[in-house]
């Protein structure tokens, strides 16, 4: 494994290969302050509109139609996600108490519509998906979504989002961060990232994808960080928190799992690729555990 400050530093162009586990490693360290966080986001800019996606696309022509679904049902989720992400965060930046949770907050607004702008130049230069905009592109994925990703992304963060831009009390902002930063950043779109870049590296595909998306991972380390800090020094300053986030993850979890699904329940999703359900379901709620103990609240009590 890599020292975790070569990947801080690696630039897009040699991102493609660094192992997506020593990205995860940046996340599993204790998360600095929000300072710190923001002059990480200072030295870590990356320009999706530079990435060169000929190879990807001859790739792409060349998988079986199979393994094309099966990435384009994990593929759509985070292109929709990303734009999920952009466009609820607003209300989570005008709420948070200090100035430096905002001037954070609000590199990660900017990195969430980077990654929606990386997902859509995949698709339309490299998938060939056709359309005017990205508005038409983005609504030809909803086919491709399971039942658990829309109740997560579509009904369930919009919801928390609206609830924190209505009562902008710290109990809304911390159901909120939860649900945003630690069960869909730090444990779900973690566990799809991590599988789905080590089979493209394995397999020495989609170079220019796995550029941007490796880069995408590096940002959410530090929009984990930030989350996971959030949380742990709430619970600090009042330890009835932890018992809020408790609850809110014995009502997450089980959504949040859904997502592993396939769609409609078809197993033959899962056919082509080298990871099947437990693998995902495994990991996911082992990075779930690691959150939780960097937040310092014990789920067992
Ligand atoms: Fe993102
Ligand atoms: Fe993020």
Same mark, same amino acid.
């Given at each position: 494994?890599?020292?975790?400050?070569?990947?801080?530093?690696?630039?897009?162009?040699?991102?493609?290969?660094?192992?997506?586990?020593?990205?995860?490693?940046?996340?599993?360290?204790?998360?600095?302050?929000?300072?710190?966080?923001?002059?990480?986001?200072?030295?870590?800019?990356?320009?999706?509109?530079?990435?060169?996606?000929?190879?990807?696309?001859?790739?792409?022509?060349?998988?079986?139609?199979?393994?094309?679904?099966?990435?384009?049902?994990?593929?759509?989720?985070?292109?929709?996600?990303?734009?999920?992400?952009?466009?609820?965060?607003?209300?989570?930046?005008?709420?948070?108490?200090?100035?430096?949770?905002?001037? %954070? !907050?609000?590199?990660?607004?900017?990195? &969430?519509? /980077?990654?929606?702008?990386?997902?859509? =130049?995949?698709?339309? +230069?490299?998938?060939?998906?056709?359309?005017?905009?990205?508005?038409?592109?983005?609504?030809?994925?909803?086919?491709?979504?399971?039942?658990?990703?829309?109740?997560?992304?579509?009904?369930?963060?919009?919801?928390?989002?609206?609830?924190?831009?209505?009562?902008?009390?710290?109990?809304?902002?911390?159901?909120?961060?939860?649900?945003?930063?630690?069960?869909?950043?730090?444990?779900?779109?973690?566990?799809?990232?991590?599988?789905?870049?080590?089979?493209?590296?394995?397999?020495?595909?989609?170079?220019?994808?796995?550029?941007?998306?490796?880069?995408?991972?590096?940002?959410?380390?530090?929009?984990?960080?930030?989350?996971?800090? %959030? !949380?742990?020094?709430?619970?600090?300053? &009042?330890? /009835?928190?932890?018992?809020?986030?408790? =609850?809110?993850?014995? +009502?997450?979890?089980?959504?949040?799992?859904?997502?592993?699904?396939?769609?409609?329940?078809?197993?033959?999703?899962?056919?082509?690729?080298?990871?099947?359900?437990?693998?995902?379901?495994?990991?996911?709620?082992?990075?779930?555990?690691?959150?939780?103990?960097?937040?310092?609240?014990?789920?067992?009590?």
């Amino acid at each position: 494994m890599n020292d975790p400050s070569t990947v801080e530093n690696t630039e897009l162009n040699a991102l493609g290969d660094v192992p997506i586990d020593d990205v995860v490693a940046l996340m599993d360290r204790p998360a600095p302050d929000y300072r710190e966080l923001y002059y990480r986001w200072e030295r870590q800019q990356w320009e999706a509109g530079s990435i060169d996606f000929m190879q990807d696309r001859n790739d792409w022509l060349a998988f079986p139609d199979d393994l094309k679904r099966s990435f384009l049902w994990g593929l759509s989720s985070f292109y929709v996600g990303e734009e999920q992400v952009t466009h609820t965060l607003v209300p989570f930046v005008d709420a948070v108490p200090t100035e430096e949770q905002q001037v %954070f !907050l609000s590199t990660q607004l900017v990195d &969430e519509a /980077r990654h929606t702008v990386f997902f859509d =130049r995949f698709y339309s +230069e490299a998938l060939d998906e056709q359309g005017n905009d990205m508005n038409s592109r983005l609504e030809r994925q909803s086919g491709r979504l399971n039942s658990g990703f829309r109740s997560l992304l579509l009904e369930m963060l919009p919801a928390a989002a609206e609830k924190i831009r209505v009562d902008k009390t710290l109990d809304a902002l911390v159901e909120g961060i939860v649900l945003y930063h630690i069960v869909i950043e730090g444990t779900l779109a973690l566990t799809g990232q991590r599988f789905l870049l080590n089979y493209l590296r394995e397999s020495d595909v989609l170079p220019g994808f796995r550029q941007g998306f490796t880069a995408v991972a590096r940002d959410e380390s530090r929009h984990v960080n930030f989350g996971v800090r %959030f !949380l742990g020094e709430a619970v600090s300053n &009042e330890p /009835r928190f932890a018992d809020l986030i408790r =609850r809110r993850l014995e +009502e997450l979890t089980p959504v949040g799992l859904s997502v592993i699904d396939p769609p409609d329940g078809d197993a033959s999703y899962f056919d082509p690729l080298p990871y099947g359900p437990e693998q995902l379901t495994e990991y996911a709620l082992s990075s779930l555990d690691k959150r939780l103990r960097a937040m310092g609240v014990d789920l067992a009590a």
